[in-house]
């Protein structure tokens, strides 16, 4: 990644300190290997460190060139105060990206879980190692996060050593999703008891199936009644507004703050509703399923 050299020369000023404090950090460390990210938690934490200082260092220069005018101390304030707050505010999103990069990753392989599980099915039908079973659904790209996931169970076992049970628990402690990690404690249990794998993987993956397609009914709904808001805040809510405003126009009305009826249109047409809009899409988007090529 881009920011690794960056996060190694954090480590080499700001290791010592956080490896003193590393105790303050345990749950991120979590996240980290949730996420699998190529940081170590002490780089991590000294990556943090080095962006929040080298911040507030460059906007409090930048503060001080646009508020120089200010009358004296008013200036130095606003340009300190702007950089701690810019500064805060980079940390804080840094510190939370392990965490939404280990959601994103979830949601992902839980989109994809159903038709991955039911593709090992099939391949567990053929006798092959489960070891081999992982090495096959690594190399198959559409399936995303969950191919990143077989690949580290066979590094784990066909280059560290490990055993195939050791593997499997590693990466059901280390996954972001809960189904994920469910299956691999059920093969695990599967494997252990010398019960059929095929089975139970092709039970798991209907299993799977009926969820999401719950899951899908309950976001068909979720859509009907954001598409009536949509309809009521963009289609009727405008047409209403307008009148309003006109009348308020043709009897010479303001609003209570200072606004006249001309400029209260202009903002609701080129601000309120674009805006708005935006938020929409933003939610329809994130609401979207991931669609499995």
């Known amino acids: 990644m881009v920011l690794k050299p960056l996060a190694r020369f954090a480590y080499r000023i700001f290791g010592r300190f956080v490896y003193k404090h590393k105790d303050l950090f345990l749950p991120l460390q979590e996240d980290l290997k949730k996420a699998r990210l190529p940081y170590s938690l002490d780089e991590y934490v000294s990556l943090i460190i080095l962006v929040a200082l080298l911040s507030f260092l460059i906007f409090l220069l930048i503060g001080w060139i646009l508020f120089h005018p200010l009358p004296f101390p008013m200036n130095i304030i606003?340009?300190?105060?702007?950089?701690?707050?810019?500064?805060?505010?980079?940390?804080?999103?840094?510190?939370?990206?392990?965490?939404?990069?280990?959601?994103?990753?979830?949601?992902?392989?839980?989109?994809?879980?159903?038709?991955?599980?039911?593709h090992m099915s099939t391949l567990a039908g053929s006798g092959i190692p489960p070891h081999h079973l992982f090495r096959i659904m690594g190399l198959i790209e559409k399936y995303g996060e969950v191919?990143?996931?077989?690949?580290?169970?066979?590094?784990?076992?066909?280059?560290?050593?490990?055993?195939?049970?050791?593997?499997?628990?590693?990466?059901?402690?280390?996954?972001?999703?809960?189904?994920?990690?469910?299956?691999?404690?059920?093969?695990?249990?599967?494997?252990?008891?010398?019960?059929?794998?095929?089975?139970?993987?092709?039970?798991?993956?209907?299993?799977?199936?009926?969820?999401?397609?719950?899951?899908?009914?309950?976001?068909?709904?979720t859509m009907n009644l954001l598409t009536e808001i949509y309809l009521i805040i963009f289609v009727m809510g405008p047409i209403l507004v307008a009148i309003v405003l006109a009348l308020l126009s043709m009897m010479g009305g303001t609003f209570n703050i200072g606004i006249d009826p001309v400029q209260g249109f202009a903002l609701l047409t080129y601000l309120i509703l674009p805006v708005t809009g935006v938020i929409f899409l933003l939610i329809a988007e994130m609401m979207k399923p991931r669609e499995v090529v």
């Open 78 to 118: 606003t340009a300190l105060f702007g950089a701690i707050g810019t500064s805060a505010i980079l940390s804080i999103i840094l510190y939370n990206h392990p965490k939404m990069a280990a959601i994103s990753r979830a949601s992902e392989i839980d989109a994809v879980l159903p038709f991955a599980v039911m």
């Open 147 to 221: 191919a990143r996931e077989c690949n580290i169970i066979y590094r784990d076992v066909s280059i560290l050593g490990k055993d195939i049970f050791t593997a499997l628990s590693d990466a059901a402690k280390e996954s972001p999703s809960r189904l994920w990690a469910e299956l691999l404690w059920g093969i695990t249990s599967t494997l252990r008891s010398g019960g059929s794998l095929r089975e139970y993987l092709f039970m798991r993956a209907k299993d799977l199936r009926t969820m999401i397609e719950r899951k899908e009914r309950e976001l068909m709904e």
